[in-house]
């Protein structure tokens, strides 16, 4: 998953992505302004505790630092960066101090979501518009047409497309557009030290709510100085802060909620690896996800909850308990399920 890290000049996005980097910076051999990370996940590390096998694979994060250009916001490299992306992580200014003090008018992240999310919307207008003109001219009337006017119409009411029910056929002819506001998006509210304590700016949580976006709320200048500690001194310097998560983990778990993943499991000797697809995916899609000749040859999932097998301890005794279960191609795959398909190809 690629995550894009963006919002205006003075906003703390750089300092929010070298917290994320940790004291490694920008890993070795990578390009600069990219950071991978690994997903934590201890249901990962525990099958693996019991398969012992060659390979353990977590779901991985790239977080990238994007430029939103100045004074030009929104040039045309920085629509290039963000339509590559999967989420946009928008950072948001919840803090002032003496190298930036609050503008004449006080700090309002509420204004500042809604002239990103503004400027968002009317980027992807001039495309469908453009697009619109052009079809016109040559009187083409298909799927394409359908779902540009469906989506103009959204984007003339300030609605982001990423709110707008556009499925199936028209959703595979606009595809290639890669609307920007139809990017799913996290909100990064970065406050000050004192604001950790306190919930500042709760209008916020309410903008949010009401744009269906996941919101998260931590302190970019504190989270970076962590960073930079061992391991166990970040534990220790997060509990004595009241900070419940860091922003590794707040980010990567606001940036599963913007997409609407969950995690399944594969599991053996050779593997023991973690993948992710959106809610809802059926055992079809989740197998194609694995590799595609499972998805060409299904023929049952053998489905059993983490938790479950961990109980059980082994394949042998789950099986003999009878708590793997074969389902069909149309199961909706859980959250936390050891799926193994039976594939014929």
């Known amino acids: 998953m690629n995550v894009g890290i ?60 994007i430029d939103a250009g100045e004074p030009d916001f929104l040039a045309p490299q920085t629509l290039a960066s963000l339509r590559n992306m999967e989420v946009l992580a928008v ?124 919101l998260v709320r931590l302190c970019a200048k504190v989270e970076e100085e962590i960073s930079q500690l061992s391991p166990a001194e970040q534990a220790e ?11 590794r983990a707040q980010l990567v778990r606001g940036a599963f909620d913007a997409m609407e993943y969950l995690s399944f499991f594969t599991v053996g000797e050779e593997e023991v690896r973690a993948w992710n697809v959106r809610r809802g995916t059926n055992a079809l899609a989740a197998a194609g996800k694995i590799h595609s000749d499972l998805e060409k040859g299904f023929i049952r999932a053998e489905v059993i909850p983490c938790e479950e097998f961990l109980r059980c301890g082994s394949m042998a005794k789950a099986r003999t308990e009878g708590k793997l279960r074969l389902e069909g191609k149309e199961y909706v795959v859980k959250d936390g399920e050891i799926v193994h398909v039976r594939f014929n190809v």
């Open 6 to 65: 963006f919002g205006h000049h003075g906003a703390g996005k750089s300092t929010l992505f070298r917290a994320l980097a940790g004291e490694e910076g920008a890993p070795q051999g990578k390009q600069a302004g990219v950071c991978a990370i690994k997903v934590p996940d201890d249901r990962v590390d525990r099958l693996a505790e019991v398969f012992r096998p060659k390979k353990v694979t977590h779901v991985s994060i790239s977080f990238h630092d």
């Open 91 to 214: 950072a948001l200014r919840g803090f002032s101090d003496d190298f930036h003090p609050a503008p004449p008018g006080g700090l309002s992240p509420v204004s500042e979501f809604r002239e990103i999310s503004s400027a968002l919307v009317l980027s992807d207008y001039l495309v469908a518009q453009k697009r619109i003109e052009r079809m016109t001219k040559e009187a083409r009337r298909d799927a394409e047409w359908t779902a540009l006017h469906k989506a103009i119409g959204a984007l003339e009411r300030e609605i982001p497309l990423r709110q707008v029910d556009i499925r199936g056929e028209e959703e595979r002819a606009i595809s290639g557009f890669r609307f920007v506001s139809r990017i799913p998006m996290l909100l990064v509210l970065n406050v000050g030290e004192d604001g950790l304590r306190a919930e500042p700016f709760p209008e916020l949580s309410k903008a949010a709510e009401d744009a269906k976006v996941p």
């Open 237 to 247: 310097f997060l509990r004595e802060m009241g900070i419940a998560r860091g922003v």
